[in-house]
């Protein structure tokens, strides 16, 4: 089990950060789950699927249109058919936004780059689609569900028209796919949790298939859940988690055959994160904190490099005590922060969205795993910042506002940390001790 990493704040720690971050709910209509989180050049957006009014079936997809600060800028809703959630997002080599929501007619909803609706179908196929891929030549891969069968196919992107459909993907339990990965040699991974009743996920079905659809290997893993899985050069690396418990991750390294190359356990107690991006040398994850017998389910976020957790930190709104966050997703922003999105559950669903400077903090508001056990002051500091803390001793290192390190030395329980030749600006001091790490953001003015 890996130590929780904590973090220092004070009065003076909230204060405009060169990094804007927010915590923001979206409750425009009776019930909306959020599903789909991108950035584009001058906003992020959130998409998903939403009850009509007066309460009745999700049969409205909604698109939530927010500045960088998280204030609405536009909303637009489009009609569809019941739709039980949003299953796949992607987009195509002219700017094209493709979004699917699950119904038995399967509903293929393009739009522009504005974000108004241009087509909706589903490739003129039998069956309804579940997912969709844009892969390295700019055809689309697909999947519909034909009573619990799985058949992909690829996709002209342009015209639609069919290029080849694959073999069957069968086996015993139902599910539904989480996700699809595509190799540097055209190889195409598919991803499937399956459904239980206790716990309601009962581990994964993994498919590899050759670039022309035939079905190469196909094996289950039932001990845990695949959460975000990529291709590292011809070998998968998944996070792994364990249904509706927190407390056990694993980043796994498996070949195509699921042989299993290695297995690093990243467990921190109560966590369980499904979601994960690679930024640089770190993987940042996504997913749940779970509270005491799951009365409420915070927002998480961790980092890990080289196999450990550097940290990770769980955020509620105050208004929302007991509400339930359900991460659906996480991605990298151009102001090298980090943005997860989903839905809540307080009395009705509605949507959010988390926005995070680079280490992980929302400026302003305290994460619930924060013990306040370390002075740091003045801020801001000018030439010299001291560090005070009972019984502490161990290694600092020095970081930019991107996160680069600029220096390292040991430091004792009244540290004096001379930052007299730093330009003004945020920084960040990693404390390194046996017990824990701690990270300290400062002004230099």
Not at 106 to 131: A, P, Q, R
Request: one cysteine or more.
């Amino acid at each position: 089990m890996k130590t929780i990493i904590t973090i220092l704040f004070s009065l003076a720690f909230i204060y405009a950060s060169s990094q804007t971050t927010f915590l923001k709910s979206y409750p425009y209509w009776q019930n909306s789950q959020g599903y789909v989180i991108i950035e584009e050049p001058d906003c992020y957006v959130i998409a998903g699927i939403a009850q009509s009014e007066p309460v009745g079936n999700y049969d409205r997809l909604f698109v939530l249109k927010v500045n960088y600060s998280g204030d609405t800028i536009w909303t637009k809703t489009f009609p569809t058919t019941y739709s039980g959630s949003v299953t796949s997002y992607t987009s195509d080599a002219h700017g094209n936004r493709y979004i699917i929501s699950h119904s038995p007619a399967g509903n293929v909803h393009k739009f522009d780059s504005n974000w108004n609706l241009i087509y909706t179908g589903n490739f003129e196929l039998f069956d309804g689609i579940i997912e969709i891929k844009l892969l390295a030549d700019n055809s689309f891969f697909v999947i519909t569900d034909h009573w619990g069968e799985l058949i992909p196919y690829k996709i002209n992107s342009e015209n639609f028209d069919l290029i080849w459909y694959g073999d069957v993907l069968e086996n015993e339990y139902h599910g539904y796919v989480s996700f699809v990965a595509e190799s540097p040699e055209g190889k195409i991974v598919v991803v499937k949790n399956n459904w239980g009743l206790d716990p309601l996920e009962i581990g994964s079905t993994v498919y590899c298939l050759s670039s022309e659809g035939n079905l190469i290997e196909q094996y289950d893993i039932l001990d845990y859940v695949l959460g975000t899985t990529v291709f590292e050069g011809e070998n998968l690396l998944s996070l792994a988690y364990h249904d509706r418990q927190g407390g056990y991750n694993a980043l796994i390294r498996y070949q195509t055959d699921g042989t299993i190359i290695s297995t690093n356990d990243i467990s921190v107690e109560n966590y369980s994160f499904r979601h994960f991006i690679k930024d640089g040398n770190r993987i940042v994850m996504a997913g749940n904190y779970f509270g005491p017998n799951l009365n409420f389910y915070n927002i998480a976020i961790g980092s890990v490099i080289d196999g450990e957790i550097e940290w990770s930190y769980n955020y509620r709104e105050y208004q929302s005590p007991y509400a339930k966050y359900y991460s659906a997703g996480i991605t990298k922003t151009t102001d090298n922060g980090y943005l997860i999105g989903g839905s809540k559950q307080a009395i009705d669903y509605s949507s959010f969205l988390l926005k995070t400077d680079f280490s992980g903090l929302l400026v302003g508001l305290k994460p619930m795993n924060c013990t306040n056990k370390f002075k740091a002051y003045p801020i801001p500091a000018t030439d010299i910042l001291t560090i005070e803390g009972s019984s502490m001793h161990g290694l600092i290192e020095l970081y930019s506002p991107t996160g680069i390190l600029l220096s390292g030395d040991t430091f004792n329980e009244n540290y004096k940390l001379n930052i007299s030749s730093l330009p003004k600006g945020v920084y960040f001091a990693k404390l390194i001790t046996s017990r824990e790490t701690v990270i300290v953001k400062f002004i230099k003015n």
